[in-house]
């Protein structure tokens, strides 16, 4: 069953993805003279197998996941990390709620942006002091996702087996519909501070809710996107291996990314 403003949203997509033409706007943070002194500080110059990894220059915080050998980012990909990239993007606002804040995850991106990001953090790693030889930031694999929201295990959603959710920003508020999970609520009508995501048992903010996160698996011309957010209040849409599907040149308040360091 789908929402109404389900519909209406892409009806809104579709403005975006024939308005606004991408528009990338190139930068050189580990150049930058007014880059904030704390954000250098708390940096390691190299990715340590077995340890958490913080970006220099950019910032992002990484987890060691031991399952897949891998840094897995901490929390979305928020507006002030993705404006390093590209100082013009705006996460525009839903309904007057605003998105749009520096730790807030960034929405309004599309598959052929993440891509981009992803590869502009890996220069920026390499010019600050270096990756693991053959590590590259990118998107996660369906697989790999998959194995973030469940934890290691086969739970049915990302906090455990059990309904209702006990952490994870969804549509808990009747702002825009009547819709609301019984028994809980996140206080968040629109996406929340990645901090306030809610963190699951790997370290890990936000996955599953907050927002939809862009992977790698191709579904025919279409790239799949994975979790729920702070959009979705069904069951299924709220399950780990929950799957939807758009083309990769589409954006809306609700889809943003998160990124694996990966060798
Ligand atoms: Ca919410
Ligand atoms: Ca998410």
Redesign the pocket.
């Known amino acids: 069953m789908c929402k109404l403003r389900d519909t209406v949203r892409g009806a809104q997509t579709i403005l975006y993805l024939f308005g606004f033409a991408a528009t990338t706007t190139w930068s050189d943070p580990g150049e930058s003279t007014t880059r904030p002194a704390g954000q250098v500080a708390a940096a390691t110059s190299t990715a340590i197998e077995g340890q958490d990894f913080t970006v220099p220059g950019v910032g992002m915080a990484f987890v060691w996941i031991d399952a897949l050998k891998s840094w897995v980012g901490k929390y979305e990909v928020t507006n002030g990390e993705y404006r390093r990239f590209n100082a013009d993007h705006r996460s525009r606002p839903y309904e007057e709620r605003l998105l749009d804040g520096d730790r807030q995850p960034v929405v309004y991106v599309t598959h052929v942006n993440a891509i981009a990001f992803a590869d502009w953090m890996t220069a920026q790693a390499k010019a600050a002091g270096g990756l693991p030889e053959g590590a590259m930031f990118r998107l996660l694999t369906g697989d790999e996702w998959t194995a973030i929201a469940a934890c290691g295990d086969e739970r049915k959603y990302p906090w455990g087996n059990e309904w209702p959710p006990t952490f994870g920003?969804?549509?808990?508020?009747t702002e825009f519909d009547n819709y609301t999970i019984e028994g809980y609520?996140?206080?968040?009508?629109?996406?929340?501070n990645v901090e306030d995501s809610g963190r699951n048992p790997w370290g890990l903010f936000g996955v599953g809710?907050?927002a939809l996160e862009w992977t790698t698996e191709k579904n025919e011309h279409e790239i799949v996107v994975r979790g729920g957010s702070?959009y979705h209040f069904n069951r299924y849409t709220l399950e780990c291996t929950f799957r939807s599907s758009y083309h990769p040149e589409i954006r809306f308040e609700s889809l943003g990314m998160r990124l694996i360091l990966a060798r």
Do not use: A, F, I, P
């Open positions: 920003n969804y549509d808990t508020d609520t996140d206080n968040s009508v629109v996406s929340c809710g907050n702070w």
